[in-house]
């Protein structure tokens, strides 16, 4: 009874005006209901890897949290095989009626008519990670940080560690990976502030994001610039394998290495010095915030609407916005990167 | 006695491949049935031929090459070749239907490079194609650059993703169609008799008065050709094109063809068995996905399965049972 009343009370308010019911959804901040039933995909690029597993755990933290009597799977595709097996396990899912898909998207937009396919036959496609390039089938994207401010995030790093001033080198992945030209363009402007001055940035080499052309890379970094004070590696293949090199050559007092790394694969390099600080995003909180979306849109106490708050267990509260990136898309931002030191680095890294 | 003779007669049945076949595939089909409330409606139904749509047409070619003692590693390349191709002229503004012609003339003409270098220089299919794997896939990879094209115009995509004749989308009518030609083709033609003839060994098939050089040429050709329609049936189903389509392709399809009995060394092997194969291997592919079965494993099964169907020939079962027989016999 009571609830007919407050959908009496909701349709009145919808009837009176549209911009009152506006006001009144953007200043509403869900709380979630757990222990409802509903079975949801967790469906990343490939099988494998170990972020993915990290993603997993954290949607399996919210799943237990929430109390789903449903189920929540871990499917995913080989890597030969992802494209079509992302499709594939898509379609299944809508077959299946699965209330949603928590998808890491591999596929570019070829994933378009199979989630659209999944969305008429009620599943809820909330993507993570990596989105679907127009949005198209996509009910929301939680994104892992805002990629503008990765820039700032390794200048100050950069700033932190060589105490102000000194030389630094990049050691990226390949001369054509957009994202990572992106983040290394993005560094330079922020280096041009004042702050900064004293930092000098004096080569970008490339990796090619394999372990040993990334070491060899660093050590002749080394050679060519006796007096580098950092190289910073925005790929998680180039920053463990430059603080290996050096920890290997007995260089790490004077050259130490930074950039974008997992905790995992780096903790012994934080510990010893050699790489005192690195950033990335937990992807265990990742996988976390995106099961709260998608519980909340699938068990419809979500709509998705632009605006729309809610409150995502003990990460706190979210709002859906419009995604700056691409144009009538929506997105979720989980937030800053997470900066690792000798402080943190070792409970991240279980 | 007459009891014993049908028994018989459908034991030496199973024993063909094809009759071992038709008994793996009821297999699967029960269990499925079984296991899965989803399996048997239409839209899973149809769905499970969608999702492998292209390179189910592709096979049916490959039978003719393997037959013929060939192997045409290019088709996936050419499959993403094509789908890039239509996808840049698409974007620089050339008509979609001029556009599908073109791209059916660029896979008629790799498969007649193809065909050139095999048939007529006389290079080994394996280096031939395995080089045009290699030069299709950057060529398609330069054409679309690493940005993915989309936008198709709606009766494109809607010919890839809707129903033409009720809920039955156009490929899988074309891939019927395809099926019921090719076996008058292979099985009931003078070209069929050719290509089993020059397969089984190309020197006696000249001496014949064959002209086996036109007739691989053709083969390979039409391996374009088919190759560079289901590269745009993909463009079509999934509404996109990016340089990494139906990468890898080319070993599934493979796969089937030899695991529905066609021999690699040529000579032997029927459409009918490819086409059993290719149902086995969709039908325990969703089977699985149905039953939240995927990556890693879904590969093993299947490699598995391919193992087996090169190794059960070879065992002989008839020879294994005559011994056994004679052991009776003797003691």
């Known amino acids: ?350 | 006695m007459a009891e014993r003779s049908t028994l018989a007669t459908m034991w030496a049945r199973v024993q063909t491949w094809e009759g071992f076949l038709v008994c793996v595939l009821i297999f699967i089909v029960l269990m499925n049935t079984a296991l899965s409330p989803q399996f048997l409606t239409l839209s899973n139904q149809i769905n499970l031929f969608q999702l492998s749509i292209e390179k189910i047409i592709v096979a049916l070619v490959m039978t003719f090459v393997i037959i013929n003692a060939e192997i045409d590693l290019s088709v996936g390349s050419m499959m993403g070749l094509a789908a890039c191709a239509f996808g840049f002229l698409f974007k620089a503004g050339v008509d979609p239907v001029l556009a599908i012609g073109i791209t059916l003339l660029i896979g008629l003409a790799g498969g007649a490079l193809n065909g050139v270098f095999i048939a007529y220089v006389g290079l080994p299919s394996l280096v031939v194609t395995l080089a045009t794997l290699i030069g299709f896939r950057g060529l398609a990879r330069v054409l679309v650059e690493d940005r993915g094209i989309t936008d198709f115009p709606l009766w494109f995509d809607n010919l890839g993703q809707q129903g033409l004749i009720g809920p039955v989308p156009f490929a899988l009518i074309a891939f019927f169609a395809l099926c019921a030609l090719l076996w008058v083709v292979l099985q009931r033609s003078g070209f069929g008799r050719k290509t089993y003839v020059i397969g089984t060994n190309r020197e006696v098939a000249a001496f014949a008065g064959i002209d086996t050089a036109r007739h691989k040429l053709i083969l390979f050709t039409a391996s374009g050709l088919v190759s560079a329609f289901a590269g745009l049936l993909y463009a079509a189903r999934v509404g996109a094109v990016r340089g990494d389509v139906a990468l890898g392709f080319e070993l599934d399809i493979i796969t089937m063809v030899l695991l529905g009995g066609v021999s690699i060394f040529g000579g032997s092997g029927t459409l009918v068995g490819t086409l059993l194969a290719i149902l086995i291997v969709l039908n325990l592919r969703n089977g699985m996905a149905l039953l939240n079965i995927t990556g890693h494993i879904q590969t093993g099964v299947i490699g598995i399965l391919l193992i087996a169907s090169v190794l059960v020939p070879r065992l002989n079962v008839s020879t294994l049972f005559g011994a056994k027989k004679h052991e009776e016999g003797s003691a």
Not at chain 1, 158 to 174: D, N
Not at chain 1, 183 to 197: G, P, R, S
Request: aromatic share 6%; glycine share 10%; with cysteine.
């Open chain 1, 1 to 350: 009874m009571k609830t007919l009343m407050t959908s009496c009370a909701a349709a009145a308010l919808l009837a009176t005006g549209l911009s009152t019911a506006t006001i009144a959804t953007a200043g509403a901040q869900t709380m979630l209901d757990g222990g409802e039933s509903v079975d949801m995909v967790l469906l990343p690029k490939f099988l494998g890897i170990l972020v993915f597993d990290q993603a997993n755990e954290g949607a399996m933290e919210a799943h237990a949290e929430l109390e789903n009597p449903g189920e929540l799977l871990f499917l995913g595709p080989t890597p030969e095989n992802s494209v079509a097996g992302q499709i594939e396990i898509m379609t299944t899912a809508a077959t299946q009626g699965q209330g949603a898909v928590l998808l890491s998207n591999n596929a570019g937009d070829q994933i378009v008519p199979a989630a659209q396919a999944a969305q008429e036959a009620g599943t809820r496609v909330v993507t993570w990670d990596s989105p679907i390039p127009s949005g198209d089938g996509e009910d929301v994207f939680v994104a892992q940080v805002d990629f503008g401010s990765i820039g700032v995030v390794m200048a100050d790093m950069a700033h932190s560690i060589l105490g102000g001033s000194g030389k630094m080198a990049v050691l990226s992945a390949t001369p054509d990976a957009a994202n990572q030209n992106a983040w290394i363009a993005a560094m330079e402007e922020a280096l041009e502030d004042d702050k900064y001055a004293d930092i000098e940035l004096v080569d970008i080499v490339y990796g090619d994001d394999q372990a040993e052309v990334s070491y060899n890379r660093a050590l002749a970094l080394v050679d060519q610039y006796p007096d580098l004070g950092l190289i910073m590696s925005p790929t998680t293949v180039g920053i463990q394998a430059s603080a290996k090199a050096m920890q290997d050559e007995g260089l790490c007092d004077q050259v130490r290495v930074s950039g974008l790394g997992l905790p995992a694969e780096m903790v012994s390099y934080t510990m010893n010095g050699c790489a005192p600080e690195f950033a990335l995003w937990d992807f265990r909180d990742l996988g976390y915030l995106t099961y709260y979306t998608a519980y909340g849109l699938a068990t419809g106490q979500l709509t998705g609407e632009i605006g729309e708050s809610f409150t995502a267990g003990r990460m706190g509260e979210y709002t859906i916005e419009e995604d700056p990136s691409r144009e009538g898309a929506r997105r979720i931002l989980m937030g800053p990167f997470t900066v690792y030191t000798s402080e943190n680095v070792e409970a991240a890294a279980q």
